[in-house]
């Protein structure tokens, strides 16, 4: 059974940083690409970076260049955003999203979802 679980969000000052773990399970993770999506209230999900995890090659959202980092660890099974700078729009519920066949920032790519874990960015 596949599962991804996100953690290390929490309520972060504007210009502070979080660092985001996925922790993937249920499958051989070197074929997958692996996502992080963003949805703040009322907004439609975001997509924020990816990586496959097979040749390491990345993607970001130009909001989020130059800020963000997303990284692997395929021995652990492993996926982090490290996320520096924050801003008050940055806020919302960032999700990991795992698939196979896929690639990209379009969350209709991705067939496996974590719960997601909260980011406020707040004064």
């Known amino acids: 059974q596949v599962q991804l679980v996100e953690s290390g969000g929490g309520l972060v000052q504007p210009g502070g940083s979080l660092r985001l773990s996925c922790a993937a399970s249920g499958f051989f993770l070197d074929d997958y690409t692996i996502g992080w999506f963003r949805q703040a209230p009322g907004k439609e999900r975001e997509g924020v970076s990816c990586i496959s995890l097979s040749d390491g090659r990345t993607d970001y959202a130009d909001s989020v260049k130059g800020r963000f980092t997303i990284s692997r660890d395929n021995v652990k099974n492993m996926v982090y955003l490290e996320m520096n700078s924050l801003k008050p729009e940055d806020s919302g519920v960032y999700h990991c999203?795992?698939?196979?066949?896929?690639?990209?920032?379009?969350?209709?790519?991705?067939?496996?979802w974590g719960q997601g874990t909260q980011v406020s960015v707040s004064e």
């Open positions: 999203a795992g698939d196979r066949t896929g690639w990209g920032l379009d969350p209709d790519v991705y067939e496996y």
